[in-house]
């Protein structure tokens, strides 16, 4: 019995060394930071939480996801309960840039950091952020318009197919778009349908406009996410190749679309790099570096990807 | 006036009465058929077989759905479970048909929703639990299992030719339509012609007097919340079908729209009462509501409204047509 506790306290010990001689050598060890995702079901959320969390442990950081589940007062208690726990970082992804703003303020009067990451958060009423770390979901929808003139040139009638109304990637990827074909008056948008981010309600508005528009009565259909793709393959099957399809996002049945044909391009906006990026500037602040992340967004890029550059990038998620 | 004059003028009355009856409680037949016809003349392109075709094929799954949401509803009761089903049969089927094979995915996916509806009536029926409870404690259970299983990541990989199920044709049938056709053919057959079936009505009408008749209700309620689990399985291979992923946070939106199609068919939420017909009807015609506004162009912000304001006045009118009768 005597024998093995003085086994454990020998190991005690050796733990305890250990970790203070790791822990003198980096700043950001046993750092903790708490990350509320609006909804962590949301498919493209998983390589970013896994990408987080890889780095994250890599780095000896404890990361603490918590799901919003769709609902803003879930969001607003979960980032409360961090402020409770005194972690050393929060990272939000929001539902509403807005509707956040209450809970960042309370952050900010406790002195912890705030870090938006993916989905952005208000800073014009005096909240104070960090950064953002993510894509600009305005210009997310100006790269698909550069995609629609490159598919159909500067003429031509488009439908236009929206995910779940008043999200702010389905507003800002809006009003990007419109931007982009402001340069363009001869491209006329048709019709307009809101999808919801859903694989069988986009399908069914796809067969919708390809019933009411004869072929050469619309050149293109656009979707602001991935989920158009069954449309495209549907039209294909039913020999409407005159429609062009252009979707949002990057995943494995977009791609293979993409390279069969059905697909003439996205705009991929990659999770997992956010993840990473999120984490490695958590690290810059811990260790005092706080100067070296770029503020107030810390944006990543959005390549487009079409049939000459598709084999360069593997798919973003469903690998 | 002679008393044979006033007996004949009540004849009358009595048989204006009658028919004045028996036309409403086909309202919705009416309804549908007028609004098919005022579409076909006013929407363009409405009128085309490929238009109908899409539209069967697309409410095939809700239509599935809607049929086990019928026998359950007529029991008394409901089930909110039935998007978590149908996602994770979707799954569970992708999963399986991507790693092993097709007949053992399916043959899974759908022993599964199968069981999912047991617990759900081993609950209502033996535990005594509310369904509004129940359906909504299994619902969300079984969608933490899916997120825990997949990390929320839907499932690739399903062979482009399985998209046969839920886009394919037979002729010009699409062939999730004839899968609802055949899950509405059984479900008739069931209440029409089994015993069970006629338990389902006895016991939704009055569950006391089902149990002093010598009914085990226990078993018709368990009974109905599984074959209610089991379509919803088979919807969810639809689905499999239609999208080629299996999506864990799909199918969310299907307990209230396929409630939703049992009840604009003219079915109280009260049980006891309630035909196949009025849930595939039901089913088209918010399919066929849905779709007409499609290709009018109707700003997607009105949809919504659009379809509740149908919803009330379809359910007003059978509720109050019912009520009026029940004064009489």
């Known amino acids: ?319 | 006036m002679t008393p044979t004059d006033g007996s004949i003028a009540n004849a009358r009355r009595e048989e204006q009465g009658s028919r004045w009856e028996s036309l409403a409680a086909y309202a919705l037949p009416i309804i549908f058929v007028a609004l098919l016809v005022v579409f076909c003349l006013t929407v363009p392109h409405f009128a085309t077989w490929a238009n109908f075709a899409n539209v069967l094929q697309r409410n095939s799954i809700i239509g599935i759905v809607a049929c086990g949401m019928l026998l359950m509803i007529i029991t008394g009761g409901f089930d909110l479970s039935v998007g978590a089903v149908g996602a994770m049969s979707s799954v569970v089927a992708a999963a399986l048909i991507v790693h092993l094979s097709m007949p053992l995915g399916i043959a899974t996916a759908l022993l599964l929703g199968l069981a999912v509806g047991i617990l759900n009536g081993f609950f209502i029926a033996k535990v005594g639990m509310n369904p509004f409870v129940t359906t909504l404690a299994t619902q969300v259970l079984v969608t933490g299992f899916l997120f825990v299983g997949t990390s929320a990541q839907p499932v690739y990989g399903v062979p482009e030719s399985f998209t046969v199920l839920g886009l394919g044709r037979i002729g010009p049938i699409p062939i999730p339509t004839l899968i609802f056709a055949a899950v509405a053919l059984v479900t008739w057959a069931i209440l029409r012609f089994t015993t069970l079936g006629h338990y389902i009505y006895i016991v939704g009408g009055n569950k006391t007097a089902a149990r002093l008749a010598g009914i085990n209700v226990d078993r018709v309620i368990l009974a109905a919340y599984a074959l209610g689990g089991l379509f919803a399985a088979i919807a969810g291979i639809v689905l499999l079908g239609q999208t080629n992923i299996g999506q864990p946070a799909s199918a969310a939106d299907w307990p209230l729209t396929a409630i939703a199609a049992v009840v604009v068919g003219g079915v109280p939420l009260s049980g006891g009462v309630g035909q196949v017909w009025s849930a595939v009807l039901g089913t088209l015609l918010l399919g066929i509501i849905a779709n007409a506004l499609n290709l009018l162009g109707v700003s997607p912000f009105w949809q919504p409204a659009v379809t509740g304001a149908v919803i009330i006045v379809a359910v007003g009118l059978d509720s109050y047509q019912r009520k009026q009768r029940e004064l009489r």
């Open chain 1, 1 to 319: 019995m005597t024998r093995y506790t003085r086994r454990s306290v020998l190991a005690g010990a050796a733990a305890i060394a250990l970790l203070a001689a790791t822990g003198l050598g980096q700043a950001q060890e046993g750092k903790r930071i708490g990350f509320m995702i609006w909804n962590t079901s949301v498919p493209f959320y998983s390589n970013l939480i896994k990408m987080a969390n890889e780095t994250a442990e890599k780095n000896g950081i404890k990361l603490d996801i918590q799901s919003g589940n769709g609902d803003l007062a879930t969001q607003i208690s979960i980032v409360q309960q961090f402020i409770a726990q005194q972690v050393d970082l929060i990272m939000i992804a929001p539902s509403d840039p807005v509707g956040i703003v209450p809970v960042i303020r309370q952050a900010n009067a406790a002195n912890i950091p705030v870090m938006a990451v993916n989905t952005s958060a208000d800073v014009s009423s005096g909240a104070k952020v960090l950064t953002y770390v993510g894509v600009d979901d305005f210009e997310f929808g100006q790269r698909q318009g550069d995609l629609i003139v490159q598919a159909i040139g500067e003429k031509g009638k488009i439908a236009y197919i929206l995910g779940k109304l008043g999200t702010s990637a389905q507003l800002a990827r809006e009003a990007g778009l419109m931007d982009t074909l402001k340069k363009y008056p001869g491209i006329e948008i048709i019709e307009k349908q809101a999808a919801d981010w859903d694989n069988a309600k986009a399908l069914a508005i796809t067969q919708d406009f390809l019933s009411k528009y004869p072929a050469g009565a619309i050149d293109a259909i656009v979707d602001q996410g991935p989920e158009g793709v069954n449309g495209a393959n549907f039209a294909a099957e039913n020999g409407r190749t005159d429609v062009k399809f252009i979707m949002g996002d990057y995943p494995l049945d977009v791609r293979n679309a993409i390279i069969k044909g059905t697909v003439y391009g996205t705009v991929n906006q990659d999770p997992a790099p956010q993840g990473t990026t999120a984490i490695e500037d958590a690290v810059l602040l811990f260790s005092g570096k706080a100067d070296q992340i770029p503020t107030p967004n810390h944006h990543i890029g959005l390549p487009t990807i079409t049939k000459e550059n598709v084999e360069q990038f593997p798919p973003a998620w469903g690998g």
